[in-house]
């Protein structure tokens, strides 16, 4: 794992040259099932967190408390060999809280920077949407550059770096809404949802006698890890499938029900997701229907609905699946 140095700074890993998408998908493949021995049932949500980290983009996660979002987090930064950290986002958290501070020492006569939490590999911001708009936003300039300003210095942050936010979509007292900037700063926003009864079964059972977290390994590094990112943006995307992309991107900024649509960072977004699931398929090229199968979980929150359109509770996820109807496949495609 890697430690930030007394000063703050984080080394950064130059990616081994030569890795493929076939050792792309065996690195994918081995982290999967590592978190599968924690997680039951969630195959989608683990598929959706390995395709943000290897797009090199961060998750949402909008659910009720006790789906395991926590653990999900924790076995996601074991498996991968990465350093975790967890911010529980309060009202009276501060920027500093999260980035860190430097703090006077009086023996050597000169300021020393304590890192917060936010120099991790794998960051979990607990009820992200209970910060203030002021600490919240301390994030972005984490999540957009992968970097941190502190007393007019600026910092790196460690590689790979993924954050994992999550917020209570029913709670909203003492809550503050995430405005669209740091909406469009997720790559991915996704939904774990209830177990099935077998997949609850089978919970109830495997933590009965033990902690299968405390146990978990790690299968790979954060050095192979960026490595896996350097070969996903080797994944190819023809002109028909960009096509059929950005017909989706722009059919947000048309449909009637939608006063703002996704934007051109909306776009990248889903042309690297939709590169980094192919290259967890052990595909070297993007198919339609990689683009179809993310074009919900990458754009839908980043859509501004009309005011009508939310009263009559047609959120952007059930927009966004018309638009995908609505436009037309491509049937033939090449490599």
Excluded at 44 to 60: N, P, R
Excluded at 266 to 282: I, N, P
């Amino acid at each position: 794992m890697t430690q930030p140095s007394a000063n703050g700074n984080v080394p950064s890993y130059v990616p081994k040259p030569g890795m493929d998408v076939h050792g792309l998908k065996t690195i994918a493949d081995a982290i999967r099932a590592n978190v599968e021995q924690v997680i039951v049932g969630q195959r989608e949500t683990v598929d959706l967190l390995l395709v943000a980290i290897l797009a090199e983009g961060h998750a949402l996660i909008e659910d009720v408390p006790g789906m395991g979002k926590t653990v999900l987090a924790r076995a996601l930064a074991r498996s991968t060999g990465g350093d975790f950290r967890r911010i529980q986002c309060t009202p009276d958290l501060t920027p500093n809280d999260i980035t860190g501070i430097s703090v006077y020492n009086q023996q050597t006569g000169a300021f020393e920077f304590h890192p917060g939490p936010i120099m991790a590999q794998v960051v979990l911001a607990d009820e992200i949407n209970r910060a203030t708009p002021k600490t919240q936003s301390a994030l972005l300039e984490a999540m957009a550059e992968r970097q941190v300003t502190v007393d007019r210095e600026t910092l790196p942050l460690p590689r790979p770096f993924l954050v994992i936010a999550t917020q209570n979509p029913i709670e909203l007292e003492g809550t503050f809404t995430l405005p669209e900037a740091q909406l469009d700063r997720f790559l991915v926003r996704l939904h774990m949802g209830y177990p099935t009864l077998e997949e609850e079964r089978a919970i109830l059972r495997r933590f009965r006698d033990a902690a299968p977290l405390e146990t978990l390994a790690p299968v790979a590094s954060p050095e192979r890890l960026v490595s896996a990112m350097a070969a996903v943006r080797q994944v190819q995307i023809n002109p028909i499938v960009e096509g059929y992309l950005l017909e989706i991107v722009r059919a947000t900024r048309e449909h009637p029900a939608v006063e703002l649509g996704a934007s051109p960072r909306g776009a990248l977004a889903l042309a690297r997701a939709s590169q980094a699931s192919a290259a967890l398929a052990g595909r070297a090229f993007v198919l339609p229907d990689d683009v179809k199968r993310l074009a919900r979980p990458v754009l839908a929150h980043r859509l501004i609905t009309s005011m009508e359109t939310r009263v009559h509770g047609q959120a952007g996820d059930l927009v966004l699946d018309e638009v995908v109807k609505n436009v037309r496949v491509p049937v033939e495609t090449t490599r």
